[in-house]
């Protein structure tokens, strides 16, 4: 290994090892262009993998970009089962607004609605499963973050962070190091110091005849 290399590994946030063990670096046998940039690899079977450096750097920059913000003001969308305990978690820790299960249809956009909400950035977990909450932020402007696989189109999407968005133990590990980093960007962590749980704490519980 280069000498660049082992300080790349070095550096990361988790070691590469463990974004690879918990199948966030495997993507899906569709790219769309856009994605193609994230990709550094073809499988036999025809699955793309995703850079994990390059899964780090965007992990990064959307945590620093997100404590920006007001906790309460953060909005964390999951249609997506695997995705909604994650942002449960997320939520618990940081303090933001988990939307999880379906998104109806003016929660941004109409006040006269009860469980309208005004946030000032939207993370979600799928552009495809979460598109009403995309819609909805860009019609008020508001800035969105979304983890995106190699088949999802990110249009109207500020922030993109690849990686594998439908996996169970990907998307705990995901948002186990996205609250991590925004903890630690706002000093409630120390830059060395880990959240209480593992990251196998914000997996979704699935039952037993599931896979």
């Not at 590994?9 to 199948?23: F, H, I, Q, S």
């Not at 390059?54 to 970009?65: C, V, Y």
């Not at 500020?158 to 706002?186: H, Q």
Request: aromatic content about 8%.
């Amino acid at each position: 290994m280069s000498l660049r290399g082992v300080i790349e590994l070095a550096e990361t946030l988790v070691p590469v090892d463990l974004y690879r063990k918990m199948g966030v670096v495997v993507g899906t046998q569709i790219c769309t262009k856009y994605m193609k940039r994230f990709t550094y690899k073809i499988l036999p079977e025809g699955f793309y993998l995703l850079d994990a450096a390059k899964i780090d750097e965007r992990l990064r920059i959307a945590a620093k970009f997100l404590s920006s913000f007001e906790p309460g003001k953060i909005a964390a969308v999951s249609v997506r089962v695997y995705g909604q305990k994650p942002v449960q978690m997320m939520c618990k820790y940081v303090g933001c607004m988990p939307i999880i299960g379906r998104v109806t249809p003016g929660i941004f956009t109409n006040p006269r609605l009860s469980h309208y909400v005004e946030p000032d950035v939207v993370i979600v977990t799928d552009p495809r499963t979460d598109r009403q909450a995309i819609v909805e932020a860009s019609k008020v402007g508001v800035p969105v973050v979304a983890f995106a696989d190699t088949d999802n189109k990110v249009d109207l999407i500020d922030l993109v962070i690849p990686a594998n968005n439908r996996g169970r133990k990907s998307l705990a590990l995901l948002y186990w190091i996205l609250t991590r980093e925004i903890l630690r960007n706002r000093g409630i962590l120390a830059p060395d110091q880990d959240l209480d749980v593992p990251p196998e704490a914000f997996m979704a519980i699935v039952a037993s005849s599931e896979t």
